[in-house]
């Protein structure tokens, strides 16, 4: 991703937990934009159950560590990777960009994820590249809010 980019520093993500049907938990941080379409996804093709979601802020660790004494102040903060694919297809002459995000202690669990889902013939050619950016999520609680939080268009 380029630096010019104003998603190279922050991006706004929705942090949630997911319980698969033998009732085992685990946190899950997914792009605000995408968020309904992939809760969606895990609720109605895998049967599993996302709740508690909340916003948070994903910070490149560059810009978290420049201003480290404001955003300790701002909410809790955990270490989360963000995960970029970089694929090509020569056949079709386009490339795509995948970001994921990862508390960092999950990432080599979760870049085996990914790779389980790129041809095997790509995933080790030049054509795939992946990325493991550092960061931190800051997380504000709001204990008092009276209804969920507003993701996108209600339906």
Known sequence: MSENSPFHESQKLVRCEVVNRHQESSVRF???????????LMTAKHGLKVGHPSICLWIHDDEYQRNASV???AGEVEPVNRLVVDLFDHEYGFSQTIMRYARAGETDKVLN???????????????????????????????????????????
């Open 30 to 40: 997914v792009e605000i934009d995408a968020f309904k379409l992939w809760e969606y």
């Open 71 to 73: 955003f300790e102040r």
């Open 113 to 155: 994820i990914l790779r389980s889902h790129i041809p095997a013939d790509l995933c080790g050619s030049e054509a795939c590249n992946i990325d493991v950016v550092g960061g931190q999520v800051v997380q504000q609680w709001h204990p008092h809010a009276t209804r969920d939080i507003l993701i996108g268009l209600e339906g």
